[in-house]
């Protein structure tokens, strides 16, 4: 198989659906800060970010340099806050989006998927795609949009469906879960040298981080404690 018979086949591949039968485990090198991404904004958090970090190889095997992929989640806007649990699980409401909830054309949700793809990404032989979650439900379904190297935005599953060259369903106001995965694909060999994923909890009201619910639990012990006394 020639050279452009491997690129068309990578690019058939990468513009398929994929489906799977439960939610993924978030995978990631470190979870946190990745201060060299922006999202293709200003004022996007690039505070919490699945990062994938490694070595991209030329076609003869020989290392280039360092590639990294990042992927969060944030509010769109000025939408209610996006949390998370430190490990790779974002809490989102459900909702349109205020701030563009005249618009009928864009159903928008009331967060964004964010990603970053960088560093030394030349004469690689790799393809870089988002493989987006449209399902709700437990189950996946996966839209997978092809991207270009040392390249970053955030979008919205309510967006123009043209982005993507697909049409679905989506609705913002839905309550349930959905997938991302963020990877690079050798397009000789078909394997994946690089690969960070998140998964989406959207509620009708956005679940708190661990950590408050933790001191909202406290705070319930507190008063339990105090109702006993008051009964002695």
Same mark, same amino acid.
């Given at each position: $198989?020639?050279?452009?018979?491997?690129?068309?086949?990578?690019?058939? *591949?990468? %513009?398929?659906?994929?489906?799977?039968?439960?939610?993924?485990?978030? /995978?990631?090198?470190?979870?946190?800060?990745?201060?060299?991404?922006?999202?293709?904004?200003?004022?996007?958090?690039?505070?919490? =970010?699945?990062?994938?970090?490694?070595?991209? @190889?030329?076609?003869?095997?020989?290392?280039?340099?360092? &590639?990294?992929?990042?992927?969060? =989640?944030?509010? @769109?806007?000025?939408?209610?806050?996006?949390?998370?649990?430190?490990?790779? +699980?974002?809490?989102?409401?459900?909702?349109?989006?205020?701030?563009?909830?005249?618009?009928?054309?864009?159903?928008?949700?009331?967060?964004?998927?964010? #990603?970053? &793809?960088?560093?030394?990404? %030349?004469?690689?032989? #790799?393809?870089?795609?988002?493989?987006?979650?449209?399902?709700?439900?437990?189950?996946?379904?996966?839209?997978?949009?092809?991207?270009?190297?040392?390249? /970053?935005?955030?979008?919205?599953?309510?967006?123009?469906?043209?982005?993507?060259? #697909?049409?679905?369903?989506?609705?913002?106001?839905?309550?349930?879960?959905?997938?991302?995965? *963020? /990877?690079?694909?050798? $397009?000789?060999?078909?394997?994946?040298?690089?690969?960070?994923?998140? *998964? +989406?909890?959207?509620?009708?009201?956005? &679940?708190?981080?661990?950590?408050?619910?933790?001191?909202?639990?406290?705070?319930? $012990?507190?008063?339990?404690? =105090?109702?006993? @006394? @008051?009964?002695?």
């Amino acid at each position: $198989m020639n050279f452009a018979s491997k690129l068309l086949l990578s690019a058939t *591949l990468a %513009f398929a659906s994929l489906s799977a039968s439960a939610s993924l485990t978030p /995978q990631y090198d470190t979870f946190g800060a990745l201060p060299a991404a922006n999202f293709g904004g200003t004022g996007i958090s690039n505070a919490a =970010v699945a990062v994938d970090t490694f070595t991209g @190889r030329n076609i003869f095997g020989q290392a280039t340099g360092t &590639i990294t992929l990042g992927l969060t =989640v944030t509010p @769109r806007y000025a939408n209610q806050a996006v949390t998370n649990n430190g490990a790779g +699980v974002f809490y989102a409401a459900a909702g349109v989006d205020q701030t563009n909830a005249s618009s009928i054309a864009q159903q928008l949700a009331t967060w964004n998927i964010d #990603y970053y &793809i960088g560093g030394n990404t %030349f004469g690689n032989p #790799y393809v870089y795609t988002l493989l987006f979650d449209v399902d709700p439900s437990a189950n996946e379904n996966f839209k997978t949009v092809l991207l270009g190297a040392n390249s /970053q935005d955030s979008t919205n599953l309510g967006f123009n469906l043209a982005e993507f060259f #697909y049409s679905y369903s989506f609705d913002p106001s839905a309550i349930g879960q959905y997938s991302f995965i *963020l /990877q690079a694909t050798n $397009m000789f060999t078909g394997s994946i040298v690089g690969k960070t994923s998140v *998964l +989406v909890n959207v509620a009708a009201n956005q &679940i708190p981080e661990p950590a408050s619910l933790a001191l909202v639990a406290l705070g319930l $012990m507190g008063v339990a404690a =105090v109702s006993r @006394r @008051r009964k002695l």
